[in-house]
């Protein structure tokens, strides 16, 4: 049996990270299962593209064609890859070795068009990316804040507790592969959703564009699988309150853009079985453990609450949003009816 050619996709997009996607690229070299390609995609930044294209000789370095954003970014890389499948990695993120075997093992389904990996978050404090390439444990994982809820370890690009392996509706985009056919199938990636093209940290460009997958190939399935590692750095602004709730509102404006292109009931449909059964379950765990001895627990409860609200006030903000341009561009075709009517009299 030939070996699975799996052509990786670093997206890029500012010189403050250049060790990190150096880091990246390295641990995708040192990958047991070998790398068809690598591509690092480089967002509207003209000087980092010449930068990476002659400090990164054995490496495939392109410029985002299409919209700035991740989404855009994606999409170049796709279009780009050779490969039978295509694996994302964040530029701040490092791989573990076994992490392209992880995902190769599940190919061998044809049911299974897609498979994500365990993505473990590096605290301010941890070990350095590059001392992670080519180890199977980092010496330090850092400092978690004591308040911060392991159920909102997706505010940081990392995956939360109440995630368990085996399929999944979406997988999350910084730890990820799909076989390359689903990608005209689906579309690609929408660039009006996720990072870049907006002020706030938005994201969901992979949650909308599994669902638009599974909703034009029912028959496909998406796998979660802790064995395939990563390692995301969280870097100490991200570790702060402020920036929790900032990105939990942004989630939820995010949110509001998913249910308007696939649906409100497949958009949300893993979204309130975590509001409804996980997140009671962790703040309550956070009360508990404030009453023996850890104070931070209420701080995790508390935490949760606010999490949750910020992300509900997003989503109804965004919906509303929605509903408004819904409205002019309705208002809009009527005149222009109108007034096409007049011209024809």
């Not at 638009?212 to 570790?239: T, Y």
């Amino acid at each position: 049996m030939s070996t699975l050619a799996i052509s990786v996709v670093i997206c890029a997009y500012t010189e403050r990270r250049w060790d990190d996607v150096h880091a990246a690229v390295a641990s995708v070299r040192a990958q047991r299962h070998a790398p068809e390609e690598i591509i690092v995609v480089v967002d509207h930044n003209p000087a980092l593209h010449d930068r990476l294209r002659r400090s990164l000789a054995d490496v495939t370095v392109v410029q985002n064609r299409e919209n700035r954003g991740l989404s855009g970014g994606k999409n170049t890389g796709v279009a780009v890859a050779r490969g039978d499948v295509v694996a994302f990695l964040d530029d701040d993120a490092v791989a573990a070795p076994g992490w392209l075997a992880a995902f190769a093992g599940h190919y061998g389904d044809p049911a299974v068009a897609g498979v994500g990996g365990l993505t473990l978050p590096m605290w301010p404090g941890s070990t350095p990316s590059s001392a992670l390439v080519g180890t199977p444990v980092p010496e330090t994982t850092g400092t978690r804040p004591g308040w911060f809820p392991e159920e909102f370890d997706w505010t940081v690009g990392c995956t939360y507790r109440g995630m368990a392996p085996g399929p999944v509706r979406n997988l999350m985009g910084g730890n990820a592969s799909f076989r390359r056919e689903m990608f005209p199938l689906a579309g690609g990636f929408d660039s009006g959703i996720g990072r870049g093209f907006h002020k706030r940290p938005l994201g969901c460009e992979e949650t909308e564009f599994c669902i638009r997958l599974r909703q034009r190939s029912p028959g496909s399935e998406l796998v979660f699988d802790d064995r395939a590692v990563i390692w995301h750095r969280v870097p100490a602004e991200r570790a702060r309150f402020a920036y929790f709730r900032q990105r939990c509102y942004a989630e939820g404006l995010s949110k509001a853009l998913v249910t308007q292109s696939v649906g409100s009931q497949d958009g949300l449909a893993s979204e309130r079985a975590h509001a409804l059964k996980t997140l009671p379950r962790g703040a309550l765990h956070g009360v508990g453990a404030a009453f023996r001895g850890d104070p931070a627990g209420l701080g995790r409860a508390g935490a949760i609450t606010v999490g949750l609200a910020w992300t509900a006030w997003g989503y109804a903000v965004g919906v509303q949003g929605a509903r408004r341009r819904s409205r002019r561009a309705q208002a809009e075709v009527v005149a222009r009816s109108v007034d096409g009517g007049d011209g024809a009299a």
